[in-house]
């Protein structure tokens, strides 16, 4: 199922408009809980806590940080546009005999522009890396406040170990969360997976990020940033990479909130109704963004 909680909305002339994120709508709504069902009090405890509070916040601040991180993206992207084409251009001319000298590569202002941009790159894309895989870990000891039982045990050390509480348990403990978790796993391995999961290789595995541009015909120059250790190249291409495992992670959200939202309505901790308050999910106005690029555009009905 196609994510339409999680994702970048187009307006009518189809620029964007707004970044749907439902799942920290319903945090924000679940720590002003003033439930008065029959187990209110011990609901209200948890959601209204300190502890829950923090980490409620900490989680919107990984998605803010990602947000920052891929918006260098963006301005290395803009940067390396602008150098590359004025550089290229002098060269083009002294080619011609238009200009005596060619561009000096050592101190042409564009020649250092790129060079500044080819050293910052690899820092940005890393920070997406590693702010993705921060952010899932937090909404990993997010997910027990989710649940009535407090004293189920459900592992919140990372992701990917609660994961494994939830899919190797011997005891099945909500199977249908754990049928999302399973169908929802290859943006997780792409990310952090034991072998070629581009954070871990980056962290564990002496990664090292290369980087060069590539100009399509009347198109925008993109960074063609390949990941590769001793062994040889892991990802060639890393900023389309980090697009494609930012959508399966929306995906794994939309369908988590699409899980839990109603659990907690019959709960009665959220309201009734409160999934289908769609124009609620716009959580982010475009302006407020700046690494548009990352996220993965929603196809909404008319």
């Not at 969360?177 to 929802?184: A, D, W």
């Not at 990310?191 to 541009?213: D, K, M, P, Q, T």
């Not at 040889?232 to 988590?256: P, S």
Request: glycine fraction near 8%; proline fraction near 4%; charged fraction near 25%.
């Amino acid at each position: 199922m196609s994510a339409v909680f999680h994702g970048i909305e187009l307006d009518r002339e189809g620029k964007p408009a707004w970044l749907r994120f439902s799942m920290l709508r319903l945090l924000y709504r679940l720590y002003a809980t003033n439930t008065n069902g029959p187990r209110a009090a011990d609901w209200r405890r948890r959601l209204n806590s300190e502890g829950f509070r923090h980490q409620a916040s900490h989680f919107r601040q990984c998605v803010g940080k990602f947000d920052r991180a891929a918006g260098y993206v963006a301005r290395c992207r803009d940067a390396a546009g602008g150098a590359l084409g004025r550089y290229s251009e002098k060269i083009n001319r002294h080619q011609k005999g238009e200009i005596a000298q060619p561009p000096d590569a050592v101190s042409d202002p564009d020649r250092l522009t790129l060079d500044e941009v080819n050293a910052d790159l690899p820092v940005f894309l890393d920070s997406m890396l590693f702010y993705l895989s921060i952010q899932a870990d937090s909404f990993a000891k997010l997910v027990p406040y989710f649940y009535e039982d407090a004293s189920a045990g459900i592992c919140t050390r990372n992701f990917t170990k609660q994961l494994r509480w939830f899919c190797d348990g011997k005891l099945p403990y909500d199977l249908a969360y754990i049928s999302i978790l399973k169908q929802n796993r290859t943006w997780r391995d792409q990310l952090v997976g034991w072998n070629n999961g581009l954070r871990g290789v980056v962290a564990h595995e002496s990664g090292i990020l290369g980087v060069g541009w590539a100009k399509p015909k009347d198109g925008l120059i993109e960074p063609r940033t390949s990941l590769y250790r001793s062994d040889g190249v892991v990802e060639e291409n890393v900023f389309e990479a980090l697009k494609v495992i930012t959508a399966g992670w929306f995906a794994f959200l939309d369908d988590a909130y699409r899980h839990f939202a109603p659990r907690l309505t019959d709960a009665g901790i959220l309201p009734i109704g409160f999934i289908d308050e769609f124009e609620k999910t716009r959580f982010f106005d475009a302006d407020e963004l700046r690494g548009l690029w990352a996220y993965p555009i929603l196809k909404l009905k008319a």
